[in-house]
């Protein structure tokens, strides 16, 4: 039987997972992943999503950031 993984994402979290995913993609065709360094290129790909996130976060605001809350 294999073994089920539960988890509840934040929109965020999940968009960050979704990034990583077509970066991880990138690099499986470049021919970066082997057997024995899989662990390494999700970590490279999480990192390179997460580093991309702040970036845009850092100099682009939503309208929730702008609007004064109840008004």
Do not use: P, Y
């Not at 979704?18 to 790909?45: C, H, P, R, W, Y």
Request: proline share 0%; hydrophobic share 45%.
């Amino acid at each position: 039987m294999t073994k089920e993984a539960l988890m509840s994402l934040q929109h965020s979290e999940s968009v960050v997972a979704q990034m990583a995913a077509t970066i991880f993609a990138g690099l499986v065709q470049k021919g970066e992943l082997a057997s024995t360094n899989e662990d390494a290129v999700i970590a490279k790909s999480v990192t390179i999503a997460i580093k991309m996130a702040q970036h845009v976060d850092k100099h682009i605001k939503s309208d929730e950031e702008w609007l004064k809350k109840g008004v």
